[in-house]
């Protein structure tokens, strides 16, 4: 396992971080919740078994940060070789964060945060609530001159010009963000972080960056002899401003599949350049003249379609079978408020708003029905928020 510094923080964290949103639980019979328990410190031990040091949670995500705190003092680690990261959302007041400060602490069994994210920056309303003065900063800047928090970060799924305008306040150390090989929108914020010295984390790469754990058998050829999972984090590891990547893992045995990679974080090598022009190739050669590059020109949108998201996802479904993906985040849309903007594309009505805005020239009011068709499904709600 490699370690880098996590920007003008200057702790070292694992190149791998465990993200905890996987390991919480709802009600449970008293066999089920014993066993879901059990799972949860196999899977924290695991990840200390492999050289990870860094533990991401929030106090949204379910009882994890109970969880944490019930086996913490038997996990085999001093507390002050482990960095835990919680987040809190933006809340009205200074005396509110911290009062959600004192009680994750609490429910961790721990006197101090490594790093606090302000949680869900990704509105310029949710910027300004976060910022203002005798707000919740205030409380976190009052905690962390009492030592109870040690660095400040934010998290975020905003449009790329939220997290540019969060990171240019100086506030925050680190950011907290979407960014992979299948979805490069946020690539001017990765090079703003290592020009303001910050550190970077990226959210679940695995998972979000379109469920390579179970990966197509399309793309596993296109990757080969790297799996789905290895190219994307050799895609992230290779850029030095990347700093850890979030492993979502819900059971021990699923560290398995990231192992290998965890000790590469020199540049890409020519066979792994070769692998990503061959990811890029299939895409264009499979979508042709229909192929979106994500520009964002096409918004905004009068119906409050997320055009180059549906656009993305179709992009993945037809060049790599990635259906099951597009699925999955399509049926999002309507559901995810702030943290997934934007309705169904089954809204388009065909104004035409977009069109001239398009670069590439697409038929974009086809295309969206198109991909409706093509992954409309039941309702999909994010696990936490």
């Known amino acids: 396992m490699q370690y880098r510094r996590f920007g003008r923080t200057n702790l ?4 791998l971080t ?10 449970l019979s008293p066999e089920e919740r014993k066993r879901a328990e059990e799972n949860a410190f196999l899977t924290m031990k695991r990840a200390l078994e492999v050289g990870v040091n860094h533990f991401e949670t929030a106090r949204g995500y379910g009882n994890s940060e109970h969880l944490i705190g019930m086996w913490l003092p038997h996990l085999p680690v001093r507390r002050e070789e482990l960095i835990i990261t919680t987040k809190i959302a933006p809340t009205q007041s200074a005396d509110e964060m911290r009062r959600y400060i004192d009680e994750s602490c609490q429910r961790m069994g721990i006197t101090y945060i490594d790093n606090l994210d302000i949680h869900g920056i990704n509105t310029y ?10 707000g919740c900063l205030d409380g976190i800047r009052q905690a962390m001159k009492e030592g109870i928090v040690r660095h400040l970060g934010f998290s975020t799924h905003a449009p790329l010009e939220v997290i540019l305008d969060t990171m240019r306040t100086g506030e925050f150390e680190s950011v907290n963000l ?3 090989y299948f979805n490069q929108r946020n690539y001017p914020a990765i090079r703003l972080a290592e020009e303001l010295d910050m550190g970077v984390l990226i959210i679940s790469p695995t998972d979000k960056g379109g469920q390579l754990h179970i990966a197509p058998e399309k793309l596993r050829q296109v990757t080969a002899p790297y799996t789905p999972i290895e190219i994307n984090q050799r895609f992230l590891l290779s850029d030095p401003a990347v700093t850890t990547l979030t492993v979502g893992a819900g059971k021990p045995e699923e560290w398995d599949a990231h192992l290998r990679m965890a000790d590469r974080v020199e540049p890409l090598t020519p066979e792994e350049q070769a692998i990503l022009q061959r990811m890029d190739m299939t895409m264009k050669q499979a979508l042709g003249d229909t192929y979106c590059s994500y520009c964002f020109e096409c918004l905004p949108c009068p119906e409050d379609i997320h055009i180059p998201e549906v656009l993305r996802l179709r992009n993945m479904a037809k ?3 990635m259906v099951e993906f597009g699925k999955f985040r399509y049926n999002l849309f309507g559901n995810g408020g702030h943290w997934f903007p934007g309705v169904q594309a089954d809204a388009c009505t065909d104004c035409g708003d977009c069109l001239p805005r398009c670069p590439l020239k697409l038929n974009i009011p086809a295309l969206l029905r198109e991909t409706h068709e093509m992954l409309t499904g039941a309702p999909v709600k994010r696990l936490w928020r």
């Open 18 to 27: 465990f993200g905890a949103m996987r390991i919480p639980f709802g009600d």
């Open 319 to 321: 060049a790599f079978d």
């Open 178 to 180: 979407h960014y992979y």
């Open 12 to 15: 070292k964290i694992s190149v």
């Open 125 to 134: 309303e949710l910027l300004e609530l976060s910022v203002r003065k005798g």
